[in-house]
Protein backbone atom coordinates (compact mmCIF):
# COMPACT_ATOMS: atom_id res chain seq x y z
CA UNK A 1 0.00 0.00 0.00
CA UNK A 2 1.47 3.18 -1.00
CA UNK A 3 0.03 6.27 1.62
CA UNK A 4 1.15 10.26 0.38
CA UNK A 5 1.87 12.98 2.94
CA UNK A 6 1.67 16.47 1.34
CA UNK A 7 3.40 19.58 2.42
CA UNK A 8 3.73 23.09 1.61
CA UNK A 9 1.09 25.46 -0.26
CA UNK A 10 -0.64 28.64 1.36
CA UNK A 11 -1.33 31.92 0.21
CA UNK A 12 0.67 33.76 -1.40
CA UNK A 13 0.14 37.31 -3.68
CA UNK A 14 1.06 37.09 -7.33
CA UNK A 15 3.91 37.04 -8.85
CA UNK A 16 5.19 34.81 -5.94
CA UNK A 17 6.57 31.26 -5.29
CA UNK A 18 5.61 28.49 -3.01
CA UNK A 19 7.33 24.58 -3.28
CA UNK A 20 5.27 21.64 -2.65
CA UNK A 21 6.60 18.77 -1.39
CA UNK A 22 5.33 15.30 -1.30
CA UNK A 23 6.49 11.98 0.40
CA UNK A 24 4.96 8.58 -0.75
CA UNK A 25 5.80 5.62 1.65
CA UNK A 26 5.93 2.14 -0.35
CA UNK A 27 5.13 -0.54 2.53
CA UNK A 28 5.88 -3.48 1.49
CA UNK A 29 7.03 -2.78 -2.04
CA UNK A 30 4.55 -5.10 -3.33
CA UNK A 31 4.46 -2.56 -6.59
CA UNK A 32 6.88 -0.06 -7.66
CA UNK A 33 6.61 3.64 -8.22
CA UNK A 34 6.07 4.24 -11.86
CA UNK A 35 5.38 7.85 -11.83
CA UNK A 36 4.91 10.58 -9.73
CA UNK A 37 3.25 14.11 -9.98
CA UNK A 38 0.90 16.84 -9.33
CA UNK A 39 -2.99 17.42 -10.35
CA UNK A 40 -5.02 20.26 -9.30
CA UNK A 41 -8.70 20.78 -8.90
CA UNK A 42 -10.31 24.43 -8.73
CA UNK A 43 -13.81 25.08 -7.89
CA UNK A 44 -16.19 24.08 -10.19
CA UNK A 45 -13.59 22.64 -12.26
CA UNK A 46 -12.09 18.69 -12.83
CA UNK A 47 -9.40 17.55 -11.64
CA UNK A 48 -6.18 18.35 -13.81
CA UNK A 49 -2.43 17.17 -14.30
CA UNK A 50 -0.14 19.87 -13.50
CA UNK A 51 2.88 18.04 -13.81
CA UNK A 52 4.71 14.45 -13.47
CA UNK A 53 7.92 12.58 -13.50
CA UNK A 54 8.71 9.58 -14.68
CA UNK A 55 11.47 7.07 -12.85
CA UNK A 56 14.03 7.97 -15.49
CA UNK A 57 12.94 11.93 -15.05
CA UNK A 58 10.47 12.60 -17.93
CA UNK A 59 8.73 15.56 -17.75
CA UNK A 60 5.51 16.52 -18.48
CA UNK A 61 4.06 19.74 -17.81
CA UNK A 62 0.14 21.37 -18.53
CA UNK A 63 0.67 24.09 -20.91
CA UNK A 64 -0.25 26.50 -18.28
CA UNK A 65 2.54 26.12 -16.01
CA UNK A 66 5.37 25.45 -18.71
CA UNK A 67 8.19 27.79 -17.81
CA UNK A 68 6.71 28.42 -14.69
CA UNK A 69 6.70 24.95 -12.47
CA UNK A 70 9.44 23.08 -11.55
CA UNK A 71 8.66 19.51 -10.80
CA UNK A 72 11.58 17.17 -9.39
CA UNK A 73 11.87 13.49 -7.99
CA UNK A 74 14.03 11.87 -5.44
CA UNK A 75 13.93 8.04 -6.32
CA UNK A 76 15.38 6.47 -3.42
CA UNK A 77 13.51 8.95 -1.15
CA UNK A 78 10.17 8.66 -2.98
CA UNK A 79 9.69 12.46 -2.49
CA UNK A 80 8.15 14.53 -5.45
CA UNK A 81 8.63 17.90 -5.27
CA UNK A 82 6.64 21.02 -7.30
CA UNK A 83 8.37 24.48 -7.25
CA UNK A 84 5.94 26.96 -8.39
CA UNK A 85 7.25 30.15 -9.37
CA UNK A 86 5.76 33.34 -10.59
CA UNK A 87 2.45 32.37 -9.58
CA UNK A 88 -1.18 33.52 -10.91
CA UNK A 89 -4.65 33.88 -9.73
CA UNK A 90 -5.34 31.14 -11.60
CA UNK A 91 -3.02 28.99 -10.34
CA UNK A 92 -5.39 28.99 -7.14
CA UNK A 93 -6.90 25.26 -6.41
CA UNK A 94 -6.14 22.46 -4.56
CA UNK A 95 -3.09 20.78 -5.36
CA UNK A 96 -3.33 17.13 -5.34
CA UNK A 97 0.08 14.86 -4.92
CA UNK A 98 -0.51 11.40 -7.51
CA UNK A 99 1.61 8.20 -7.49
CA UNK A 100 0.78 5.72 -10.24
CA UNK A 101 2.24 2.24 -9.38
CA UNK A 102 2.32 -1.64 -11.24
CA UNK A 103 -0.17 -3.35 -10.63
CA UNK A 104 -0.10 -6.43 -8.23
CA UNK A 105 -2.87 -9.02 -9.40
CA UNK A 106 -1.69 -11.49 -6.28
CA UNK A 107 -2.10 -9.24 -3.67
CA UNK A 108 -4.72 -7.05 -5.75
CA UNK A 109 -2.89 -3.64 -5.23
CA UNK A 110 -1.59 -0.84 -7.31
CA UNK A 111 -2.43 1.79 -9.87
CA UNK A 112 -3.13 5.32 -8.45
CA UNK A 113 -2.55 7.17 -5.17
CA UNK A 114 -3.60 10.15 -4.21
CA UNK A 115 -2.78 12.60 -1.23
CA UNK A 116 -4.95 14.48 1.01
CA UNK A 117 -4.67 17.61 -0.95
CA UNK A 118 -3.35 21.33 0.43
CA UNK A 119 -4.77 24.51 -0.65
CA UNK A 120 -2.72 27.22 -2.71
CA UNK A 121 -4.13 30.39 -3.03
CA UNK A 122 -2.79 32.96 -4.76
CA UNK A 123 -3.92 36.84 -4.05
CA UNK A 124 -3.91 39.42 -7.10
Known amino acids: QVQLVESGGGLVQAGGSLRLSCAAS??????????MGWYRQAPGKQRELVAS???????NYADSVKGRFTISRDNAQNTVDLQMDSLKPEDTAVYYC????????????????WGQGTQVTVSS
Open 98 to 113: NVKTTISVLYRTGGDF
Open 53 to 59: ISSDSIT
Open 26 to 35: NSGSIVSIVS
